[in-house]
């Protein structure tokens, strides 16, 4: 998304609509990242150099780094056009309820998963066991 980045509820409501299309679909990939960011040239963060107090200085930072939140549909190169990309930017003291109302859509939107069929694989891992263990047989000796 080349525009900028979605305000939490409009990222909330797209993200719905996102898994909407994909339920409709029966099938498809939504893929959710999330990245801590950095807060450029206009901090201290960036300039500060590591000592032997503090080897690495960006791990306590005078204020809570913000977040970027990436959902995607999961189309290819192939198909680009057709790619939905959507971001929002959640700042350290609103991580809490961002959180909360994110779980809750996640898990309204995945609730029409299928489970994966693992039967096929689980009769091959049978078959596989049978061919590499059927020549030896074990013999239980008892002691008396």
């Given at each position: 998304?080349?525009t900028?980045?979605?305000?939490?509820?409009?990222?909330f409501?797209?993200?719905?609509?996102?898994?909407?299309?994909?339920?409709?679909?029966?099938?498809?990939?939504?893929?959710?990242?999330?990245?801590r960011?950095?807060?450029?040239?206009?901090?201290?963060?960036?300039?500060?150099?590591?000592?032997?107090?503090?080897?690495?200085?960006?791990?306590?930072?005078s204020?809570?780094?913000?977040?970027?939140?990436?959902a995607?549909n999961?189309?290819?190169?192939?198909?680009?056009?057709?790619?939905i990309?959507?971001?929002?930017?959640?700042?350290?003291?609103a991580?809490?309820?961002?959180f909360a109302?994110y779980?809750?859509?996640?898990?309204l939107?995945?609730?029409?998963?299928?489970k994966r069929d693992r039967s096929k694989?689980?009769e091959k891992?049978?078959?596989k066991?049978?061919?590499?263990?059927?020549?030896a047989?074990?013999s239980?000796?008892?002691?008396?």
């Amino acid at each position: 998304m080349s525009t900028g980045h979605l305000s939490n509820d409009d990222f909330f409501l797209r993200l719905s609509e996102l898994f909407d299309e994909r339920r409709r679909k029966d099938h498809g990939s939504i893929h959710l990242t999330q990245k801590r960011m950095s807060y450029g040239e206009d901090t201290d963060l960036e300039t500060s150099e590591p000592t032997i107090e503090q080897p690495f200085p960006d791990l306590s930072p005078s204020k809570p780094f913000p977040i970027i939140i990436r959902a995607t549909n999961g189309k290819s190169k192939d198909r680009r056009d057709k790619k939905i990309k959507l971001s929002t930017i959640v700042e350290g003291g609103a991580l809490d309820g961002f959180f909360a109302k994110y779980a809750e859509v996640c898990k309204l939107g995945m609730s029409g998963l299928k489970k994966r069929d693992r039967s096929k694989q689980k009769e091959k891992l049978k078959a596989k066991k049978k061919k590499q263990g059927g020549g030896a047989m074990v013999s239980e000796v008892k002691k008396g």
